[in-house]
């Protein structure tokens, strides 16, 4: 019977002495200044924003510059010719095929031709595609992108649409190469196979994304009616999919009922784009580095003159009987507190308060208008390792207080 009661008595003081850092920190935020309370929980609050901002801003390039790709030159595939051809034969057929395949929302012809521009003496060896409007409006955004005039019909025939990089006029970055200010109405001579032909600009485009502004686009028909020979034929075929990321698994089934055809994922079409978002992801990571370093240090500092302002306070707790672990736990304790708080409403003033202004107001540059893009996964990943970054911080500077004589500590030495 008395080794129970010891046990229930040594429980009690168990239980007791769990009880002491909550204790001590609730008298420390309830009784300590409230204006160094509200600054280390807004310093750690914007520690956060700073780390989660920039890592869904270069997400938002990210995404924006694929979106480009994707939306304007590549589709999600791009056919191509069987090795050692030149074209893609029976479109028609090719095309229902391609339409007729689980995951396609759309296919659309592209044929590049070996052609140059000429507007009032200016020459410009610009790519120019030939395609059909009807389908390449299921399969990327450049009729919504029209800077002014309109896009093409089916049935035009001696019209042209031109990108804001070749039509040129103030402001336009590459305005050197460019038709110096060609507008709509104007006629351009399109000159293929040693003939010249005369197209008028029925508009202009402008994706702000730079290899889709310096193409020009002709109808299908209309090269049929200049070559004949292309009846029938295209050099490419780009393939909206209904999701992105199912790629891979499209590409097998059109394999199967296509097969001998080159399909390429977006990702390999790219080209450079790809090398900028790498790099961009290379940045973030680098940053991301650094958010955590001040993080970390905002913490180190916050509880490391805390801990020097009550030495006394801990050696007397010290010399009292408390533990010293449960006097460093008070410590850290306070860090994941502050941490913790700092990350909630940091994430609520992002989620509430920025995401939404730059939804309105979203950053303008070359590769078109970017918002912050937030990766759920990384924001997770990023909330913990804040907490847990903040509470090694915090440890470091409690335990080394605590390994110093009791003395030492009531004299403040």
Known sequence: MRNKHVETEDTKISIIERKI??????????????????????????????LVFINSLFNGI??????????????????????????????????????????????????????????????GSFPIM??????????????????????LKDSDADQIIIGRQIAGGKGVEMNATSFKGARVGKQVLLTIGGRSFPFTIKGIVYTKYFQADQMAFITQKALEGIQPAYAGKTSSIIIKTEKKGDEPTVIKRLEKRLPGYQFITWQAASGLMQSVTNSFLTID??????????????????????????????????????????????????STIYSMVGVAIGSAIFFFAIIPYFNVYPFKIPLGDVHLYVNAGGFIWR????????VLSGMIPAILATRKPILDEIAGR
């Open 383 to 390: 909330a913990i390792a804040v907490i847990v970054v903040s």
């Open 285 to 334: 990571a680098l940053l991301t580095s650094v958010g955590f370093i001040i993080a970390a240090v905002v913490i180190f500092i916050i509880v490391y003159v805390d801990i020097n302002e009550k030495r006394r306070q801990i050696g007397i707790f010290r010399a009292i009987g408390i533990k010293s672990y449960l006097v460093s736990s008070t410590y850290i304790l306070q």
């Open 130 to 151: 030939a395609v059909q409007p009807s389908l390449e409006l299921k399969t990327t955004n450049i009729s919504a992108k029209m800077l002014s005039g309109s896009y």
């Open 21 to 50: 850092p909550f204790f001590l920190i609730s008298r420390h935020i309830v009784r300590g200044n409230k204006w160094t309370l509200a600054l280390v929980i807004f310093l750690m609050s914007v520690a956060f924003i700073n």
């Open 62 to 123: 990210v995404e924006a510059s694929n979106d480009q790709v994707i939306n304007t030159t590549a589709g999600n595939i791009t056919m191509q010719p069987a090795a050692g051809q030149a074209f893609i034969g029976n479109t028609p057929a090719v095309i229902d095929t391609i339409t007729r395949t689980p995951g396609v929302r759309g296919a659309s012809t592209r044929t590049l031709l070996p052609a140059s521009l000429q507007y009032k003496g200016i020459q």
